[in-house]
């Protein structure tokens, strides 16, 4: 079936570094979005992208969508404790069913 | 706002027992969803509804049942829970432009706060 792979799982790092997280999807995606989980919460919808290429950027935030369609990222520049929490891709198949198939998400771990 | 409701954040229930999860959103959206989430395993899909009394199987519906008899409530069933259902389930909805699939809607899932449940 339908896959989409996160990496890495977990990912440590000192205030003021860079973060990335990619997602590889086994199949063309109709779009993808991005969900940001603190600890203890419950995911929270962060952005959408539908376009072959796609670049959208939100603050320090930036993702892409592949060419393909296939893959995706989120960069996150100089960050800081409070982008800690998981961060999911979830993308929408090309099959019409209105599913999201989620990522296994990247834990962002940032030391002070 | 849109809230999504969930109706416990806790739950401890035996082997064996029929356990209901209830869900409510209150902006009348189309869509509603059932996730399970573990650890390095992301959200799985159980169950969706993409309208009352309709329902799809997601990615593990074995050992689930869903009901949608109103828009907006959506019940996740566990006719005999078992241990390996101990999860965190995870309850969202989203509206839709028309039909499920057209890629140029916005399909923002806004989710509820989760239901911890602990199978004895």
């Known amino acids: 079936g339908q896959q989409v792979m996160q990496i890495p799982q977990y990912q440590h790092v000192q205030e003021g570094e860079d973060f990335t997280t990619y997602c590889n999807s086994s199949t063309t995606l109709s779009n993808i979005q991005w969900y940001k989980q603190r600890p203890g919460g419950h995911p929270v919808f962060l952005i959408q992208?539908?376009?072959?290429?796609e670049v959208k950027k939100q603050k320090r935030l930036t993702f892409q969508f592949g060419e393909a369609k296939k893959n995706s990222s989120l960069h996150i520049t100089a960050t800081q404790t409070t982008d800690v929490g998981t961060y999911f891709c979830?993308?929408?198949?090309?099959?019409?069913?209105?599913?999201?198939?989620f990522g296994q998400g990247t834990t962002l771990q940032v030391k002070p | 706002d849109v809230k999504v409701t969930q109706s416990s954040r806790y739950l401890v229930k035996r082997t064996g027992e029929k356990v209901f999860l209830e869900c409510v959103q209150d902006?009348?959206?189309?869509?509603m969803f059932w996730y399970r989430q573990d650890p390095g395993l992301g959200l799985r899909l159980i169950y969706f509804s993409y309208d009352v009394k309709m329902k799809e199987k997601g990615d593990i519906p074995e050992g689930y049942s869903v009901s949608r008899e109103k828009k907006e409530r959506f019940s996740l069933i566990l006719e005999s829970a078992s241990t390996n259902q101990t999860s965190m389930y995870l309850c969202a909805s989203s509206s839709s432009p028309g039909r499920p699939g057209l890629a140029g809607g916005l399909w923002e899932q806004f989710f509820g706060p989760g239901t911890r449940l602990t199978v004895l």
């Open positions: 979830a993308g929408l198949g090309s099959s019409n069913t209105g599913k999201l198939i």
């Open positions: 992208l539908v376009k072959s290429g």
């Open positions: 902006m009348d959206h189309e869509n």
